[in-house]
C-alpha cells in the first residue's frame, strides 16, 4: 500500500504532528488504506522518547476528517468482517489515546463521524470559527451509530444530556457550541489557528489547561436515581421522531445505556463493536447509504449546471402571494435576496408579509436568527397591488391561481413589464410549462420552477425547462435552488412533472379504494408502517381535495383512462369538504385532533374489507407502474434521479432506498406478478407497462437497466 493519506512531521521543540491530507480526494476520510498508514505512524510515535506533545490536524481546507470511508461500510456483508473492520477502529484510535505524551486535535473545517471519534481518542481538542468547522456523528443517517468509540468516550466527555442528541439525532454543530458544551477544550479564530495552537500547545505543557466541569443540572441528571428518565426521555423522542422505523438510534442508545457506567472501557468498546457490526451489513442501512450516495449525485449534478449561470440572482418578485408566495418570498429574503410580493389585492399581501415575521420571529425564539438580522431581511421583503415595471429585477416567480389561462395571461404581461435579463418562472403543480409560456415572443428565459408545501421545509424543487429554455437560464435556476438551500431537480415539462405525476396515482388510488368501500384509517395505517409520512387520505386533506382534484383532473386529461379521479373527490369539491384548511376532509378537524369525518363516512357506498397486502401493493405499484413508464418516456435522468424526487418532494422513507430501489429489492419478477394479479382483480390501470415486462423476463432490476 502507498502512503498517501496521512503524514508525521517531527519539529525542533520536541513536538509531532500528524498531518491529514489524502492525496487523492477532496476530503480525508478514516478508510481501511488511511488506519494502516496512521496506526504505523503511531507505533513510531510512541516510541519515540523525545516527543512530548502531538498535534493531529489537516492539510485540507475546511476539512479535518469527514468521516469513515462510506464505500467500505456499503461494500460489508458480512456481520463477522464489519466487526473485525471495527475493532480494528477501535484499536488505531486506542492507540492515540495511550500515547505517553498529550496529543491534541486541531478541528479546522469538518470534523464528522470516524473523524469526530479520532478527535476524542485525542486529549484536548481545539476547534475554529471556520464556517466549515462541524462536529458531528451523523452515523444514524447511514442506518449505524458511532463505532470507533464514540458511544464511550462522547457521553463520558460532555456527559449523558448532551452526547446523546448529538448521538442519536447525528445534527452536527459548530466550534463555538462545541466549546460550550465541553467537548473542545479552545475555540479560536480560523485566520490566527497557527498562534492560538502555539499558545494553547504552551498551556497543554506548562498544564494549565483547564477541564470544563458538566452543569449542575447534567450532573444531576446522569446521577443514578434521574438516569433511567434521561434515557426514557430520549427514547420517547426517537420513537417519535423515526416511528420506530429506524433501528440505528434506538441500539445507539441501548449501548449507550448499557455501558455508560460499566467497569472497564473495553467491555463498552466490545458491545459497540458487536451492536455496530450487525446494523453495517442491515438491508436497512445498505438503504440509506444507497440514498446518500444518490443525494450526492443529485447534488454534484446541480452544481455543474449551476456553473451555465448567467445571472447571479441578488433581486426577484413573487407573483402571487397565496399559501406558496407568502413561504417563497420568506424563502428569498432567507437567501438575502430582496423580493417584491405583488397580488391583485392588499389582503393576501399582508397576510404574506405577516407570515414571513412569525417564521423569523419563531426562529428568534429558538436563537437562530438575531433581531437584527431579522430585520435586515424583513427589510428585503415588500408589497405591491400596483402593476409596476419590473425592470430591475433578475428572477420573477409566478404563483398564482393554478389556472392555464390566468397563467399565460400573467406572462404575457410580464414580458412586456421586464427585460429580457429577467428569468420568468412558473410555480405550477401540473400544468404544461411550455404552454404557460406559448403566447411570449421570447421563451428562452422561462422555466418551471416547482415548490412543494410547506416550501420552507420542503428539501426539493423541481426544475423544468421548455425545450427552448437556454442553458444559461437552466443554469440560473438551478443556482438561484442551491442559494435557496433546496435540491434542484430537472425534469421533462410533462403534466405533474415527476413528484405530482407519481403522488397523485398514490391518493387516486387510495380514494378508489374508499369508493369501494374501504376504511380511510385502514388505508392510513397501513401506508404510514410502510413509512409513508402521511397516509394518502391525510395527504390529500393536507393538500386540499380542490387543489388535488385539479391537478388529478389535469392528469387524466393527459394519461386517460388509468388516471381518471376517484368519484369521491368530485363529490367532496361540491360539498365543501376540501380538507384541513375548511376544517372537514376526509376526517374532521373542527373538534380538535383529527377523527374520521362522518359526511365522507356517509358517502362510503358499502362497507368492504380488502386483504392488506393487496392494499399496500394498490397504493405502492400504481407509483412503481408509472414510475417505469417517468423512466420510458426520460421524465428525469435516472433512477436515483426519480427515488430522490420521491424522498425530498414526497417524504417517501428513505429506508426503503426510494420507490424504485424498493421495486428492485422485491424483484420486477414479483412486481410484475404482482401488477398482473391487480390487474385482473381490479382494473387495467395496473398493467403491468413493457420496462418492468422487460427487466423481469430478463431478471434485471431498474438500477441494473434493460
Ligand atoms: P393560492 O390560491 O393560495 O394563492 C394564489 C394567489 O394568487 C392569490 O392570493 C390570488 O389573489 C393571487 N392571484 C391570482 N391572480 C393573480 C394575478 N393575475 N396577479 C397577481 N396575483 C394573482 O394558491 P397557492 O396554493 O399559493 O398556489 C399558487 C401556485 O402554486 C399554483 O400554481 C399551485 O398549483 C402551485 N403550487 C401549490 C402548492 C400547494 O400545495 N398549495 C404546492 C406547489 C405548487
Known amino acids: 500500500m502507498s502512503k498517501n493519506t496521512v503524514r508525521l512531521r517531527i519539529f525542533k521543540n520536541k513536538t509531532a504532528a500528524i498531518i491529514f491530507d489524502n492525496e487523492h480526494k477532496k476530503v480525508n476520510t478514516l478508510g481501511t488504506q488511511t488506519l494502516h498508514e496512521l496506526e504505523t505512524i503511531l507505533d513510531d510515535v510512541h516510541k519515540n522518547k523525545n516527543i512530548k506533545l502531538l498535534t493531529i490536524q489537516s492539510a485540507k481546507d475546511g476539512i479535518f476528517i469527514a468521516g469513515a470511508d462510506i464505500k467500505e461500510i456499503q461494500n460489508l456483508s458480512d456481520a463477522s468482517e464489519a466487526l473485525e473492520k471495527v475493532q480494528k477502529g477501535q484499536a488505531v484510535l486506542n492507540k492515540i489515546a495511550k500515547l505517553p505524551f498529550p496529543t491534541v486535535a486541531v478541528i479546522n473545517g469538518m470534523c464528522l463521524g470516524g473523524g469526530a471519534e479520532l478527535a476524542l481518542s485525542c486529549t484536548y481538542r481545539i476547534a475554529t470559527d471556520h464556517p466549515k468547522t462541524?462536529?458531528?456523528?451523523?452515523?444514524?443517517?447511514?442506518?449505524?451509530?458511532?463505532?470507533?468509540?464514540?458511544?464511550?468516550?462522547?457521553?463520558?466527555?460532555?456527559?449523558?444530556?448532551?452526547?446523546?442528541?448529538?448521538?442519536?439525532?447525528?445534527?452536527?454543530?459548530?466550534?463555538?457550541?462545541?466549546?460550550?458544551?465541553?467537548?473542545?477544550?479552545?475555540?479560536?479564530?480560523?485566520?490566527?489557528l497557527s498562534d492560538s495552537l502555539k499558545k494553547f500547545t504552551d498551556q497543554v505543557l506548562s498544564k494549565k489547561v483547564k477541564k470544563k466541569r458538566l452543569p449542575l443540572r447534567h450532573r444531576i441528571l446522569q446521577s443514578m436515581g434521574f438516569r433511567w428518565f434521561v434515557f426514557y426521555q430520549a427514547k420517547k423522542t426517537v420513537l417519535q421522531r423515526t416511528k420506530g422505523q429506524y433501528p440505528a438510534p434506538l441500539k445507539a442508545l441501548e449501548v449507550v445505556r448499557k455501558t455508560f457506567k460499566v467497569k472497564t472501557f473495553k467491555k463498552g468498546l466490545a458491545v459497540e463493536?458487536?451492536?455496530?457490526?450487525?446494523?453495517?451489513?442491515?438491508?436497512?442501512?445498505?438503504?440509506?447509504?444507497?440514498?446518500?450516495?444518490?443525494?450526492?449525485?443529485?447534488?454534484?449534478?446541480?452544481?455543474?449546471?449551476?456553473?451555465?449561470?448567467?445571472?447571479?440572482?441578488?433581486?426577484?418578485?413573487?407573483?402571487?402571494?397565496?399559501?406558496?408566495?407568502?413561504?417563497?418570498?420568506?424563502?428569498?429574503?432567507?437567501?438575502?435576496?430582496?423580493?417584491?410580493?405583488?397580488?391583485?389585492?392588499?389582503?393576501?399581501?399582508?397576510?404574506?408579509?405577516?407570515?414571513?415575521?412569525?417564521?423569523?420571529?419563531?426562529?428568534?425564539?429558538?436563537?437562530?436568527?438575531?433581531?437584527?438580522?431579522?430585520?435586515?431581511?424583513?427589510?428585503?421583503?415588500?408589497?405591491?397591488?400596483?402593476?409596476?415595471?419590473?425592470?430591475?429585477?433578475?428572477?420573477?416567480?409566478?404563483?398564482?391561481?393554478?389556472?392555464?389561462?390566468?397563467?399565460?395571461?400573467?406572462?404575457?404581461?410580464?414580458?412586456?413589464?421586464?427585460?429580457?435579463?429577467?428569468?420568468?418562472?412558473?410555480?405550477?403543480?401540473?400544468?404544461?410549462?411550455?404552454?404557460?409560456?406559448?403566447?411570449?415572443?421570447?421563451?428562452?428565459?422561462?422555466?418551471?420552477?416547482?415548490?412543494?408545501?410547506?416550501?420552507?421545509?420542503?428539501?426539493?424543487?423541481?426544475?423544468?425547462?421548455?425545450?427552448?429554455?437556454?442553458?444559461?437560464?437552466?443554469?440560473?435556476?438551478?443556482?438561484?435552488?442551491?442559494?435557496?438551500?433546496?435540491?434542484?431537480?430537472?425534469?421533462?415539462?410533462?403534466?405533474?412533472?415527476?413528484?405530482?405525476?407519481?403522488?397523485?396515482?398514490?391518493?387516486?388510488?387510495?380514494?378508489?379504494?374508499?369508493?369501494?368501500?374501504?376504511?380511510?384509517?385502514?388505508?392510513?395505517?397501513?401506508?404510514?408502517?410502510?413509512?409513508?409520512?402521511?397516509?394518502?387520505?391525510?395527504?390529500?386533506?393536507?393538500?386540499?381535495?380542490?387543489?388535488?382534484?385539479?391537478?388529478?383532473?389535469?392528469?387524466?386529461?393527459?394519461?386517460?383512462?388509468?388516471?381518471?379521479?376517484?368519484?369521491?373527490?368530485?363529490?367532496?369539491?361540491?360539498?365543501?369538504?376540501?380538507?384541513?384548511?375548511?376544517?372537514?376532509?376526509?376526517?374532521?378537524?373542527?373538534?380538535?385532533?383529527?377523527?374520521?369525518?362522518?359526511?365522507?363516512?356517509?358517502?362510503?357506498?358499502?362497507?368492504?374489507?380488502?386483504?392488506?397486502?393487496?392494499?399496500?401493493?394498490?397504493?405502492?405499484?400504481?407509483?412503481?407502474?408509472?414510475?417505469?413508464?417517468c423512466l420510458e418516456e426520460n421524465v428525469v435522468d435516472s433512477p436515483a434521479h426519480l427515488d430522490m424526487g420521491m424522498i425530498l418532494g414526497a417524504g417517501f422513507p428513505p429506508f426503503r432506498g426510494g420507490l424504485l430501489k424498493y421495486a428492485d429489492d422485491k424483484g420486477l419478477q414479483d412486481i410484475m406478478q404482482n401488477l398482473l394479479f391487480l390487474t385482473k382483480q381490479y382494473d387495467k390501470r395496473f398493467d403491468p407497462v413493457p420496462m418492468i415486462c422487460e427487466l423481469a423476463r430478463k431478471n434485471k432490476t431498474f438500477y441494473g437497466g434493460v
Open 134 to 192: 462541524k462536529i458531528g456523528f451523523p452515523e444514524v443517517q447511514l442506518g449505524i451509530f458511532p463505532g470507533f468509540g464514540g458511544t464511550q468516550r462522547l457521553p463520558k466527555l460532555v456527559g449523558l444530556v448532551s452526547a446523546l442528541p448529538m448521538i442519536l439525532t447525528g445534527k452536527p454543530i459548530d466550534g463555538k457550541k462545541a466549546f460550550k458544551k465541553g467537548l473542545v477544550h479552545a475555540y479560536v479564530a480560523h485566520s490566527f
Open 273 to 629: 463493536a458487536q451492536e455496530f457490526s450487525k446494523l453495517a451489513v442491515s438491508k436497512i442501512s445498505k438503504n440509506m447509504i444507497h440514498v446518500f450516495y444518490a443525494n450526492e449525485l443529485l447534488k454534484n449534478q446541480a452544481r455543474e449546471k449551476a456553473r451555465f449561470a448567467d445571472v447571479s440572482v441578488t433581486s426577484a418578485a413573487v407573483i402571487g402571494a397565496g399559501v406558496m408566495g407568502g413561504d417563497i418570498a420568506w424563502l428569498f429574503s432567507k437567501a438575502g435576496i430582496s423580493v417584491r410580493l405583488k397580488d391583485l389585492k392588499w389582503g393576501p399581501v399582508v397576510t404574506a408579509v405577516n407570515h414571513a415575521k412569525d417564521i423569523y420571529q419563531k426562529l428568534k425564539k429558538k436563537r437562530k436568527v438575531t433581531a437584527s438580522e431579522m430585520d435586515r431581511k424583513m427589510n428585503l421583503i415588500s408589497g405591491t397591488i400596483e402593476n409596476q415595471p419590473l425592470k430591475q429585477v433578475d428572477f420573477i416567480l409566478e404563483a398564482v391561481v393554478e389556472d392555464m389561462q390566468v397563467k399565460q395571461k400573467v406572462f404575457k404581461d410580464l414580458e412586456k413589464k421586464t427585460t429580457n435579463q429577467t428569468v420568468l418562472a412558473t410555480n405550477t403543480s401540473a400544468l404544461s410549462v411550455t404552454s404557460i409560456t406559448s403566447g411570449m415572443k421570447n421563451i428562452s428565459r422561462t422555466i418551471g420552477f416547482h415548490f412543494f408545501n410547506p416550501a420552507t421545509k420542503m428539501p426539493l424543487v423541481e426544475i423544468i425547462p421548455t425545450p427552448k429554455t437556454s442553458k444559461a437560464t437552466i443554469g440560473t435556476a438551478f443556482s438561484l435552488a442551491l442559494k435557496m438551500g433546496k435540491t434542484p431537480l430537472q425534469t421533462k415539462d410533462n403534466p405533474g412533472f415527476l413528484v405530482n405525476r407519481l403522488l397523485m396515482p398514490y391518493m387516486n388510488e387510495a380514494a378508489h379504494m374508499f369508493d369501494e368501500g374501504v376504511d380511510i384509517e385502514i388505508i392510513d395505517k397501513l401506508m404510514e408502517k410502510f413509512g409513508m409520512p402521511m397516509g394518502p387520505f391525510k395527504l390529500a386533506d393536507a393538500v386540499g381535495i380542490d387543489v388535488g382534484y385539479k391537478v388529478a383532473k389535469e392528469l387524466y386529461q393527459a394519461f386517460g383512462d388509468r388516471m381518471k379521479p376517484a368519484s369521491i373527490l368530485s363529490k367532496m369539491v361540491d360539498q365543501g369538504l376540501l380538507g384541513s384548511k375548511t376544517g372537514k376532509g376526509f376526517y374532521d378537524y373542527t373538534k380538535g385532533g383529527r377523527s374520521v369525518s362522518s359526511a365522507v363516512d356517509r358517502l362510503r357506498p358499502k362497507h368492504k374489507i380488502i386483504i392488506d397486502k393487496d392494499i399496500i401493493n394498490r397504493c405502492l405499484l400504481i407509483m412503481v407502474n408509472d414510475a417505469a413508464r
